[in-house]
């Protein structure tokens, strides 16, 4: 069983940053794919980035590009989301989700939410106009 916990959400203004985290326990982080997602009310949860097992490869929606980046601490059971430049339209709930490492991980599967296992309860991301 794999649990995961973000946090880090908040109300920021436009224009500012948040850092999201997100903490893992029962398996080594490594043996993991991971991703992170966000669903806005009334919206489908949509992909956000995702990074393969060992970090070597990260992949972005278009709208995050440039302001946004993933990144992991395999030895620490961590995965982190730092949000720069936050818009209004990225007020949503965030997600981390985890797929266990088993074929290529590419831009396909990382954006497909189905491809995931496991999933954290959210943390809220409020940014004001």
């Known amino acids: 069983q794999v649990q995961l916990v973000e946090s880090g959400g908040g109300l920021v203004q436009a224009g500012g940053s948040l850092r999201l985290s997100c903490a893992g326990s029962?398996?080594?982080?490594?043996?993991?794919?991971m991703g992170w997602f966000r669903q806005a009310p009334g919206k489908e949860r949509e992909f956000v980035a995702g990074i393969q097992y060992n970090g070597e490869n990260t992949y972005y929606a278009d709208p995050v590009k440039g302001r946004f980046t993933i990144s992991r601490d395999n030895a620490a059971n961590m995965m982190y989301l730092q949000m720069n430049s936050l818009k209004p339209e990225d007020t949503a709930m965030y997600y981390c989700a985890a797929v266990i490492m088993s074929g290529f991980y590419g831009p396909s599967r990382a954006q497909n939410r189905d491809e995931y296992d496991y999933w954290g309860q959210g943390t809220q991301v409020t940014v004001s106009s």
């Open positions: 029962g398996r080594p982080f490594i043996i993991f794919h």
